[in-house]
């Protein structure tokens, strides 16, 4: 008797896939048949780069649906569509992220920064959990940044409400976080006999909007040696689809494990290759982990994994 292989379509969930690396690993995964949920926060922006990736690959299997990760309800709100539209995911790709923004809150009072590159996630990841598929060993990546290694997490500040604010500060912190993070969701997954692995990556330096957004970052507001600068060292910035590689590797290469991390290879890890990347010991603290996640699930209100 002949067997007969059952191929499942695997499902991946993006977030930020409109733009840089989370567009890249969006066209991946289509050219792949895969089914991709792209968590935009601007419908206009998604619809866009769907026609564009579209274009390119005709059959493309992609479906929109609204995410602000900064935003507690609207990451409720997805979830809820993704439950009732979808239902069923292998990966999810935490990528949304911004960088260096002057101090701004959302609703909740939450840091904007630490809200859109860690609490989002945090709070995402718990309410896809229950969701993944239990036949397969399924995935979860957290895209994390070279600045994680200048992070710390002060637990009882990691709000902004005790010291002065500083951007980069705020940036590198909500991306240790986003790593220590990682770690112990790949220890409890464990723990708990979950098929589910979580682990991390980060793309080194890349040419994308990221920079826009940021007014620190922003070419427009550059000095007039600054934007002579940035334009001769144009063409040294990795691309995006060059960038997006270690993030790839991470949501589909088959010798990854829960709690790697990758990163470009190259010099001091900004292009490269993708490759092991270096974790600092803030990330793998394991006593703040448990600090961390206990605050996490009280500013969320998500709470999963629990230990007590
Ligand atoms: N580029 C680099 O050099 C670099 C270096 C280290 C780490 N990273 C990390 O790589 C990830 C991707 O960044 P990128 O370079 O690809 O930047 P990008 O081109 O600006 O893309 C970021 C994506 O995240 C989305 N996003 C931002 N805030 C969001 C929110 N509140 N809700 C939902 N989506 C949101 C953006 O949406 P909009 O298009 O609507 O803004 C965009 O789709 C980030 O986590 C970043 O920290 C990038």
Known sequence: MSRVAIVTQKTVVITGANAGIGFQATM?????????????????????????????????????????????????????????????????????????????????????????????AFSLTGLLLPYFRKDATTRIVNVSSLAHRMGKLNIDNLNWEVSEYDQWKAYGNGKVAMMNHTLELNRRLQQSGSKTIALAAHPGFANTNIHQNSPALNKDNASAFSKWFHKKMEKFIPSAADAARPIILAADGESVQGGDYYGPGGFLEIGGKPAKAKINKVAKDTQLAKQLWTVSETMTGTRYLSES
């Not at 206009?44 to 299997?61: G, L, T």
């Not at 935490?94 to 959302?106: Q, Y």
Request: charged share 20%; hydrophobic share 45%.
């Open 28 to 120: 991946h995964f289509a050219r792949q048949g895969a089914k991709v949920i792209m968590a935009c926060r601007s419908l206009d922006k998604a619809s866009a780069a769907k026609a564009q990736i579209e274009q390119e690959i005709p059959n493309a299997n992609l479906q929109i649906i609204r995410l602000d990760v900064s935003d507690l309800n609207s990451v409720q709100a997805f979830a809820t569509e993704f439950i009732e539209q979808v239902g069923e995911l292998d990966v999810l790709i935490n990528n949304a992220g911004i960088v260096a923004i002057p101090l701004t809150r959302n609703e909740a009072g939450h840091e904007m920064q630490l809200a859109t590159n860690y609490l989002g």
